[in-house]
């Protein structure tokens, strides 16, 4: 049986919407595109929409991190930024208040960004739900009380009515949440941050989020290394150009051509790029698309001159893709 990953946050650092006039730029975009493909009448507009990428006319997404895992037996999400608040929308839905859980959330780690969401994940509020916290920071939950108290959120930890455990992670130590087998790996950012690989019936999905990617070489990897061998899937930080990355070092997060560089020497099949700089608008994005087709076209190319018959046949295999709010993928 497979399982699915389904994106509900994927900014970085704050939740960032296009102002007024910024829609108001890409919706004029968008109008022009439409005349200049041949298109005059409004009936025509789906007939359009099916010959563009979704993330060209509605972008991709305002919301931090939130990512959910989930297998026909289970569920793990992993960190509680503003996409959370929808995740919990879609839980709640038809249930009435009445949801089961138990509910498995794991932190990479406490920045804003990835705990924004968390006052907003309803199933704390109903009674007799069971919430599972993991991470392998020690004060795991001083930290979490932390984010339930006054004057930050009006409802203080002690009057949640569910009831949450907290679960302190060894480094690198595989555990299990029902179907699901969990490692924390170390990456590298300036507080401490751990990925995750999370595997299920033959497949693994590695969560690479938030990281400067510092160390690439295996060498460098070293125990960490595991994080990025034999998966079917790495979401990993690409909040920063090429230009970007040199001149914000030790930021904490990384580019796209290093997560491609990554994953074709570890044959990675799908890397999904993710951690959109807030002050990225679409229109950067989009550009910040085409900077990392040429590269992966140049690296292409480079890897058949090398080794025609290895590295080459990876890169043709190799997909990826720009996160967008709501993507989901079936491994
Ligand atoms: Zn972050
Ligand atoms: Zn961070």
Redesign the pocket.
């Known amino acids: 049986m497979s399982f699915t990953v389904k994106f509900w946050g994927v900014r970085?650092?704050l939740p960032s919407a296009p102002t007024p006039n910024e829609w108001i730029y890409h919706i004029e975009g968008v109008i022009r595109n439409f005349f200049a493909s041949g298109y005059r009448e409004p009936s025509q507009f789906s007939k359009f929409m099916a010959t563009v990428d979704e993330s060209t006319i509605g972008g991709f997404g305002t919301a931090?991190?939130c990512v959910e895992v989930k297998s026909g037996k289970s569920q793990i999400i992993i960190d509680g930024?503003s996409g959370i608040r929808n995740l919990s929308e879609s839980i709640m839905m038809g249930t009435s208040g009445r949801v089961k859980g138990p509910f498995h959330i794991l932190m990479t780690?406490f920045?804003w960004?990835?705990v924004i969401g968390l006052p907003f994940f309803t199933p704390h509020f109903i009674p007799g739900v069971e919430i599972h916290y993991y991470a392998v920071q020690k004060d795991l939950e001083k930290l979490i009380r932390g984010i339930f108290s006054k004057p930050y959120f009006p409802v203080p930890f002690e009057e949640l009515k569910s009831h949450i455990h907290f679960h302190v992670l060894e480094p690198r130590k595989a555990f299990v949440i029902n179907d699901f087998t969990v490692t924390p790996y170390l990456l590298d950012h300036p507080d401490a941050c751990w990925g995750y690989k999370i595997e299920a019936n033959g497949k693994a999905y590695a969560h690479c989020?938030?990281t400067e990617a510092t160390r690439v070489s295996p060498e460098e990897m070293g125990e960490d290394l595991p994080l990025y061998q034999n998966v079917d899937l790495m979401y990993f930080?690409a909040q920063y150009t090429l230009p970007e990355l040199a001149e914000k070092a030790n930021w904490g997060?990384s580019a796209a051509q290093v997560g491609l560089e990554i994953a074709l020497r570890e044959k990675i099949k799908n890397i999904i790029f993710t951690?959109h700089d807030p002050g990225a608008r679409i229109e950067n994005l989009m550009d910040l698309q085409r900077q990392t087709a040429e590269y992966f076209e140049a690296l292409k190319k480079d890897s058949a001159d090398c080794t025609p018959n290895t590295e080459s046949q990876h890169s043709d295999h190799l997909q990826w893709s720009f996160a967008r709010e709501g993507l989901e993928i079936k491994l």
């Open positions: 970085g650092s931090t991190t930024g780690h920045h960004d990835h989020v938030d930080d997060h951690h």
